[in-house]
């Protein structure tokens, strides 16, 4: 038995030679075979290109359809969907104080220059997030007694540009406008902001595709805001 199971390995290592992947000369001779494909231009020809825009852009918006009179969306078992505010010129972002008190930013794109024309051509102009003139408000909701409707409604902050984001710290409230940070001094509880704020920092704005939302987030020790800035080109 023994010389028997000694005899086989030498085939056993033969037969796992021939199993392995081609050689290095067998590689070399499939490459010479198969060279590699290359497509050149003479010097004496151009490549002609089809100009810019020589083709009809085809594009298919959707229709906006507001949600029928007495119906919601669907939720879970145990849940209901109520609508907590309406009449909002485009409302971008909401954002609820410590104190509980719900603020939502209304503001919208805006075509400016040659994107004019572009977004008449692609009927950009008929979307409720592009329009020519932007509400660059903040508004206030509270509600009071826990049922799910603002009992208050106030205009809190007027005269912004673009806002989105939105952050309570300390005695000063928080807006990222599109163009800057924004601080007004601010109290608890109150419904509107009449004060002078404060630009503290500048930030980019314009680029012929500008995405001008600029959210706000602070720090867990409170001693820092982040805040985002899109591109300006894509």
Known sequence: MTS??????????LLAACGGGPSQEEKQTAQADNPAQTITTPKDESVHLPAPYESK????????????????????????????????????????????????AEATTLPKGAKKEIAAALRLDKS????????????????????????VR??????LNQPFGMLVMGDYFYVGNTNGLMRFPYKAGETKITAAGQKILDLPEGGYNNHWTRNLLASKDGKKIFVTVGS???
């Open 4 to 13: 028997k199971s000694i005899s086989l390995l030498p085939a056993l290592a």
């Open 57 to 104: 852009s085809v594009t298919k918006r959707v229709d906006i359809i507001d949600w029928p009179a007495g119906q919601t969306p669907t939720a879970p078992a145990g849940f209901a969907v109520t609508e907590f505010a309406g009449g909002l010129k485009s409302p971008r972002w909401a954002y609820v104080a410590p104190n509980g008190d719900v603020f939502v």
């Open 128 to 151: 409720r997030s592009l329009q020519p003139t932007s509400a660059n408000c903040i508004t206030l909701f509270r509600d009071t007694n826990g049922d799910g409707k603002p009992d």
């Open 154 to 159: 106030s205009e809190f902050l007027t005269g």
């Open 232 to 234: 300006g080109s894509n």
